[in-house]
């Protein structure tokens, strides 16, 4: 019943009813649906914070130092609303980590979920496409109007493709299709049966086509880094290689237009390139605690923003990380996205053979879709949405799940000095490299 509640919580985080059928306006839905599912899952959330030490859950305990991270900052200079107005916010978030984790324990389940975000992704891409080419009538399904430069330098109105709720940002929801784009090719390539490979089919088209519509570069950058993880994964460097260099160009003909046209002397990226200027300064002013999470209701955001001085959000989820949460916070987002990524890759060696079939052909892509989502997030503050922990605790459910089912399972991961270390080079690493993009391309 637990799980059966944890895919209703994920049904209703993507298609948000509220926002479809005018007549649930007003009703909460997914809180209602995620307060009803903890409570249900409550023992499968103790049993796992007490069946296993958090030292070998580095992203769990990583999740939880961001929790107190958040709190921490206002806590110190003696505002506790601000501390409990920013951490309650969070701690949902970290609530949905936990259902996740906890409940996802099966090859099984993990294939079930997969297919549930696969399908509820699916519908509501094409719910927006429908409303895109006005098929249908959602007013909370309207494309952006942009502009992007013409052929001889003129303005040009543009429509952005864009769905509901978190995912009403052309960008957001490309990073969402880059990272749902190779689960896709998941079941499509390894599905067992007719279903499931239909389900596979019948997306991977309709993302490719949503991708386009989104015009977000940042997005594209995601989807051609989440294809080209896969291709590393499964076929190796040398195939990939070969691969890119017939795939690429194909790429860069079909997605050819804003997306593609990827220069740093233009006025967008200029622009991005100036926030992580401004922002890098708030980070030099507020290095150890940061100056505190940037996440409020989006009418409250600009204001709070023009207060501090600033026009934008940072626009790349480490370098707000490092901004609101200080030096620790910043390395422990940095980490957790490291340890993720690494976490699955680890289980593809030729010591660790995994018995079971769904999981050793999983294995490249989930680690793709990991790997297109933290592409993404140098693009974008999508450090405080679910999705974001959704792919951590991806990782998370996965590591655990296919250590019980790997004859040699590689040595567990510890929060120990060793990682501390590793999470304290991949900060510096993150932030010296921020720091030369900017000095030297702005």
Request: with cysteine.
């Amino acid at each position: 019943m637990a799980f059966f509640l944890f895919l209703l919580v994920n049904a209703t985080l993507f298609i948000r009813p509220a926002e479809i059928v005018p007549a649930l306006l007003g009703w909460e839905v997914y809180f209602y649906a995620i307060i009803t599912c903890f409570v249900v899952a409550t023992p499968d959330v103790l049993r796992y914070l007490t069946s296993e030490s958090l030292e070998k859950q580095p992203i769990t305990l990583s999740v939880f130092g961001l929790l107190a991270a958040v709190g921490l900052s206002p806590l110190v200079g003696g505002d506790m609303a601000e501390s409990w107005r920013t951490g309650v916010p969070f701690a949902k978030m970290v609530v949905y980590y936990l259902l996740f984790v906890s409940l996802v324990t099966t090859p099984a389940r993990l294939r079930m979920l997969l297919v549930c975000l696969l399908t509820c992704c699916g519908l509501v891409t094409a719910l927006a496409v429908l409303r895109y080419h006005d098929l249908i009538q959602l007013n909370t399904l309207d494309a952006l109007t942009d502009t992007t430069a013409g052929r001889y330098g003129e303005k040009v109105n543009i429509q952005r493709l864009q769905a509901t709720g978190i995912f009403q940002d052309p960008n957001d929801l490309c990073v969402l299709l880059a990272a749902m784009t190779p689960i896709g090719l998941y079941f499509f390539f390894t599905g067992r049966n007719v279903i499931l490979r239909g389900l596979g089919a019948g997306v991977l088209p309709l993302f490719g086509y949503a991708v386009f519509l989104t015009h977000s570069r940042g997005g594209f950058l995601s989807f051609a880094g989440g294809l080209g993880a896969l291709s590393w994964a499964r076929f190796g460097w040398k195939k990939t290689a070969i691969l890119g260099a017939i795939g690429l160009p194909a790429l860069l003909l079909a997605f050819g237009g804003r997306q593609t046209d990827i220069n740093l002397s233009t006025d967008t990226a200029q622009t991005r390139i100036e926030l992580w200027r401004e922002w890098l300064t708030v980070f030099r002013g507020n290095m150890v605690l940061g100056k505190g999470m940037t996440f409020t209701a989006e009418d409250e955001l600009k204001s709070k923003l023009r207060d501090e001085g600033l026009t934008q959000v940072a626009h790349n989820a480490y370098l707000q990380a490092f901004a609101d949460l200080g030096i620790v916070g910043g390395c422990l987002f940095v980490g957790a996205v490291l340890a993720a990524g690494w976490s699955i890759q680890r289980f593809d060696s030729p010591d660790c053979l995994l018995i079971d079939p769904d999981l050793r052909a999983a294995q490249p892509y989930i680690l793709a879709s990991i790997v297109a989502y933290a592409i993404g997030m140098m693009t974008l503050s999508i450090i405080y949405i679910i999705p974001t922990y959704m792919m951590l605790a991806l990782a998370c459910a996965y590591a655990r799940t296919a250590r019980r089912f790997c004859l040699a399972p590689p040595p567990v991961l510890r929060f120990d000095l060793t990682l501390v270390g590793c999470y304290l080079a991949a900060g510096f690493v993150t932030l010296v490299s921020i720091y030369a993009f900017v000095r030297f391309l702005a």
